[in-house]
């Protein structure tokens, strides 16, 4: 038979998606398994969302919607991106599609020729990475230290500008170390981007989840020059405890949104109906529910943050926000754990899920070894049970 595409059997599973599915399926085996693996918030979808859902059917919204989302959702968005982010945009510059995912895979499609440059900032989400691959993009990593919070300074994204490059991806606050970037920070990152003519995608999906009372600042209030290049991304998953309903939006500036209507138009026709009437009250209803989530993701924080610090040979940073942490291996590597030697974090991550029974994720696909991601999306007992069980797999 003929070669497959060379592109797509280059493609990597995700890691998070790979690890999830692990866990979900030892759940379904009855094993009592620990998922500190997938960031998927463990709260149901607020009851006035599950609603609308249903009136949604019962009234018939059932039929196939424009290609970028239907006029009063993308209205909504921009009502949401007005009043939490200060942005003003029109209807017609907002892309809805099957999640986020869906939208950072289009917004890179739209934006990519073979051999461009995209920088990306290391740790990443892994998604980030095998997406550029896709769109026959080059990714440039750009390692940051945990020693500064893991963020990039304006003269590390300098350095990494080449002739070839035509985004850079943004990921505020991350996934996966939590860390956010301060106005002063994002200012200089956008300067650099303006100066050098480079798109940025700014995947905000997180934005909502910010602990200790910080503010929260999107690259696209920053001043029209850096809103022009800007490809804000987010999405309803996260805030909204909607991981399941696939809806995600894009803003940007309308050429880009046209061309991306278009690319989805020939790709899924559009989202689903009854989701995306779902999101418009998520984006509209009352925003009490969020309040009451992001005060009990701090508190789970601040727990998990504290317990792991009180481990002899564990750490991590606090993050500002999102729902990971980084667990620093560095003292465990060389150990035998679970019978197992460590060399690294994959070792690690696979010992502790067979030997410990809990689920985490192993950094490597998010570009730096010796960490694995935690994720404290879980309840409280199921954070202190795995916490425990770290604690015991480590030997302490
Ligand atoms: N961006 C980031 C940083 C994420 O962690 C996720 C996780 N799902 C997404 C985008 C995609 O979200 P979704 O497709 O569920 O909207
Ligand atoms: N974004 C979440 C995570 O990083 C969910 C899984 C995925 O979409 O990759 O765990």
Known sequence: MKEISKIASNVKASTTITVDSLYKQMKADGIDVIGFGAGEPD????????????????????????????????????????????????????????????????????????????????????????????????????????????????????????????????????????????????????ETCVNHDLYIMSDEIYYNLVYDGKKFTSVAELGEDIKERTIIINGVSKTYAMTGWRI???????????????????????????????????????????????????????????????????SCRKPDGAFYIMLNLEHQIGKTLGGKVINNSDDFSLAFLENGNVATVSCTGFGIDNFVRLTYASSMESITEGINRLERFVGV
């Open 43 to 190: 709260f149901e979808t607020p009851e006035n969302i599950r609603e609308a859902a249903h009136t949604a059917i019962r009234n018939g919204h059932t039929k196939y919607t424009h290609s970028s989302g239907m006029p009063e959702l993308r209205k909504s968005v921009v009502h949401r991106l007005a009043e939490d982010c200060r942005i003003d945009y029109a209807p017609e510059q907002i892309v809805i599609a099957s999640g986020a995912k869906h939208n950072i895979y289009v917004t890179v499609r739209t934006l990519i020729n073979i051999g461009d440059e995209v920088i990306l900032p290391a740790p990443y989400w892994v998604t980030y990475a095998e997406i550029i691959k896709m769109a026959g993009g080059v990714p440039v990593i750009i390692p940051a230290s945990e020693a500064n919070d893991f963020k990039i300074t304006k003269t590390e994204l300098e350095a990494a500008v080449t002739e070839r490059t035509k985004l850079f991806i943004l990921n505020n606050p991350s996934n996966p170390t939590g860390m956010l970037y301060n106005e002063k920070e994002l200012r200089d990152l956008a």
């Open 248 to 314: 995600g939006y894009s803003a940007s500036n309308l050429e880009l949104a046209n061309i991306m209507g278009n690319y989805l138009s020939h790709s899924t026709s559009s989202p689903s109906t009854i989701s995306q009437l779902a999101a418009i009250e998520a984006l509209k209803g009352s925003q009490e529910s969020v309040v009451t989530m992001r005060n009990e993701f701090e508190k789970r924080r601040n727990y998990i943050v504290e317990r792991i610090n009180a481990i002899k040979g564990l």
